[in-house]
């Protein structure tokens, strides 16, 4: 019987890497978890989920204080920020999290943690280039969960500048004066208006004729209006042809859909064009794993082409999520330690764009479900129904509610303020099978923003409940003498 130096040996030490490290640790698993970034918590705790949500919260108290007459207060003069403060706190939050993805931490549960870069040696053997030597360790079991990165496009004149991605926004020591930013994505509207809200000038660069492409446009539209009314310059439609340095600054070239070409000039550049998945190094020709130019290719139960080799998290370029990628861990997790043959279900897999108003989304939208051929049916509620967002003076957006023909939720999207909780009452409604008669009787308290998941399922409830043949069967009943019929004063 072949012996392995490790049952199982993990490679990456992000969201997908530490939750299976986790899990299988505690369970009696001798596993081995490699990471060649010089500390754990992989892009989301460093560069991404946990950076971004500081800066945001910052940019908009900010924001409060700059539109503090609005409330009725006193509208204070406000100084020119100190990004170099901004990114204190940014480092301070990192800093109080990281802890919790020490080495220590998961050495404590049983696991070994070696920093390095990996590359595959053959289907069970892996190289490790660290610091001080190379190893060869061999595992029984591997798990590929070394994420994604920028995408860098190849443009005339980009490896020309000094661009920022979203490893080295965040560690700015000054405000830009002027930001432009290629994409139109999550990362991409989140940074724009974060950065105006600040100060800076901003103007976002984007190919297609609308914003967060995989959402629907009308939800898409109510983010863009917000952040165009705080001075965000949104071109649509518009290819970027080179880019140069001229004058001390950066200059985009660009030409618009049957236009001229138009010169976009920043102090500073962000490159927000979606992500790549971390393979280059991983040398997986030699250990036979598939993959393509999106991600390593798995099947339902996060097994590549050799069913000893797992791989789960935005490596395998389905869904670019922290929690999907937690969720893949514990796919993997179930298959590879308990056996248990468990497939990965992103039915209702949810997510949020953190803008201002943000936009929370939970299984198909318009786009997704015309793409399937599915009849459908909307229900919507806006938020300026809502006495909670009317009192908070965030009345902008609304909730959309996609139906079969079976009045059957097909999906939830919410674009309002903290969409990304109201989503969460979704999540546990549509994959807990609760039916909207139970989200409609349910008590919610008044006045909360969540009465608004109520209100468009008791839209539904009520036309039905309050329908003419419903009136005409009590009175026939009960011999009531108010209005019992359709055509009857």
Avoid at 149 to 174: H, K, M, Q
Avoid at 249 to 265: C, D, L, Y
Avoid at 335 to 361: G, H, I, Q
């Amino acid at each position: 019987m072949t012996t392995f130096d490790y049952d199982m040996i993990v490679l990456g030490g992000g969201a997908a890497g530490l939750t299976t490290t986790a899990g299988a640790a505690q369970l009696g698993v001798r596993v081995l978890l490699v990471e060649q970034e010089p500390q754990l918590g992989g892009d989301c705790l460093h560069y991404g989920c946990v950076p971004s949500k500081t800066l945001i919260t910052t940019a908009r108290n900010r924001h409060r204080m700059a539109n503090a007459a609005r409330w009725g207060l006193p509208q204070p003069e406000l100084p020119p920020v100190d990004f170099s403060l901004v990114a204190d706190r940014i480092r301070s939050v990192i800093q109080t999290i990281q802890p919790h993805d020490s080495p220590e931490r998961f050495t404590s549960l049983g696991a070994k943690v070696l920093f390095g870069q990996a590359g595959f040696v053959d289907e069970h053997t892996v190289s490790i280039a660290g610091a001080d030597k190379t190893r060869m360790v061999t595992g029984k079991q591997i798990v590929i969960a070394t994420g994604s990165s920028a995408s860098i496009p190849n443009i005339p004149g980009l490896n020309e500048v000094d661009y920022l991605t979203n490893t080295s926004i965040f560690s700015l020591e000054s405000l830009p004066e002027s930001l432009v930013i290629l994409g139109a994505g999550p990362i991409a509207l989140e940074m724009a208006q974060s950065f105006r809200r600040l100060g800076s000038e901003v103007t976002v660069i984007q190919r297609s004729g609308q914003v967060l492409s995989r959402e629907d446009k009308d939800m898409a539209d109510i983010v863009q209006d917000a952040l165009e009314k705080e001075g965000v310059r949104v071109l649509l439609n518009t290819a970027v042809r080179s880019v140069r340095r001229k004058n001390g600054r950066i200059e985009v070239e660009t030409k618009q859909n049957g236009g001229k070409p138009i010169a976009i000039s920043g102090t500073h550049l962000l490159v927000a064009l979606g992500r790549t998945p971390n393979i280059k190094n991983l040398r997986l020709e030699q250990a036979g794993v598939e993959y393509t130019p999106k991600g390593i290719t798995v099947d339902a139960r996060m097994r590549t082409s050799h069913k000893h080799i797992y791989a789960c998290g935005d490596v395998t370029g389905q869904y670019l999520f922290t929690h999907a990628a937690g969720y893949e861990g514990g796919i993997v997790v179930s298959n590879a330690v308990f056996k248990l043959p468990r497939k990965a279900d992103y039915t209702w897999m949810p997510w949020v764009t953190y803008t201002e108003p943000e936009l929370a989304s939970i299984g198909l939208n318009e786009k997704t479900a015309q793409e399937q051929g599915l009849e459908y049916t909307l229900r919507t509620e806006p938020f300026a129904s809502n006495d909670r967002a009317i009192a908070q003076g965030a009345t902008e957006g609304c909730l959309k509610m996609l139906l079969d023909k079976r009045e059957k939720v097909l999906g939830v999207q919410i674009a309002g303020p903290h969409a990304g909780e109201l989503i969460n009452e979704w999540v546990a409604i549509l994959g807990g099978g609760v039916k909207l008669s139970t989200l409609a009787g349910a008590i919610h308290p008044y006045p909360t923003l969540g009465e608004i998941n109520k209100r468009v399922a008791g839209s539904l409830i009520g036309e039905k409940l309050f329908s003419g043949k419903v009136r005409s069967g009590l009175c026939f009943l009960f011999g009531y003498q108010g209005k019992c019929e359709d055509d009857k004063e």
